[in-house]
């Protein structure tokens, strides 16, 4: 009687020992989202959206803010760096806007092969006119510099978000804006906050 107790009790650790290990390497849930809005009232708009999309900056100041070992290509270089495989903008452009949403249905389509546990996109652009504008007083590292002053121009605001975790020592969060000024026939003007940014990282 003893000895049966003795192999249920062995046999009832065991399982409860792989019941323990079955719960602890349970996948963690993955959640991949994304939101993109363009607001716009009509199509001059929506044409000047698309106009301080389109925009690229020179790029000498890309390959100059480059990492050493980034290769910056000839053409739509809109990156500067990158951090576990994803590109860290240094304009936003449509191309950019692009390449993380299709990261997002990327990461969607693959689950469980994904090695992000989340990933998260946050894009918005829109117009407003002022009558008298003054652009950002400080550059995109935060650094302060002369504002400019305008008068009667179309001012479109591009900003992108974009966070993705995979755990404690591998988290990345980018928040990057873009101005671009118009005047009111709409030609392009000047644009503000193109360059390299803080990112957090861990």
Same mark, same amino acid.
């Given at each position: 009687?003893?000895?049966?107790?003795?192999?249920?009790? +062995?046999?009832?650790l065991t399982l409860g020992i792989i019941s323990c290990k079955k719960e602890s390497e349970e996948e963690p849930e993955r959640v991949f989202t994304k939101t993109v809005e363009?607001?716009?009232?009509?199509?001059?708009?929506?044409?000047?959206?698309? &106009?301080?999309?389109?925009?690229y900056p020179p790029r000498d100041s890309v390959v100059e803010a480059?990492?050493?070992?980034?290769?910056?290509?000839?053409? &739509?270089?809109?990156?500067?760096?990158?951090f576990d495989g994803i590109y860290i903008p240094y304009a936003i452009t449509k191309e950019? +806007?692009?390449?993380?949403?299709?990261?997002?249905d990327q990461?969607?389509?693959?689950?469980?092969?994904?090695?992000?546990?989340?990933?998260?996109l946050v894009y918005s652009a829109s117009v407003e006119f002022h009558e008298n504008y003054l652009s950002p007083s400080a550059n995109s590292r935060g650094e302060p510099v002369t504002p400019e002053e305008f008068e009667s121009v179309y001012v479109v605001k591009l900003i992108l978000e974009w966070e993705q975790y995979c755990g404690p020592v591998c988290a990345m969060w980018i928040n990057?804006?873009?101005?671009?000024?118009?005047d009111e026939t709409g030609q392009l003007l000047d644009v503000f906050l193109d360059g390299?940014?803080?990112?957090? +990282?861990?």
């Open positions: 009687m003893k000895k049966i107790l003795s192999l249920s009790l +062995v046999f009832a363009r607001n716009f009232s009509n199509e001059f708009e929506e044409d000047l959206i698309q &106009k301080a999309e389109a925009y480059a990492y050493s070992q980034m290769e910056i290509p000839a053409s &739509k270089y809109w990156f500067y760096s990158s950019a +806007v692009e390449y993380y949403s299709n990261l997002i990461f969607n389509a693959n689950k469980s092969d994904s090695f992000f546990q989340t990933a998260e990057k804006e873009r101005i671009a000024v118009f390299p940014i803080p990112v957090p +990282v861990s």
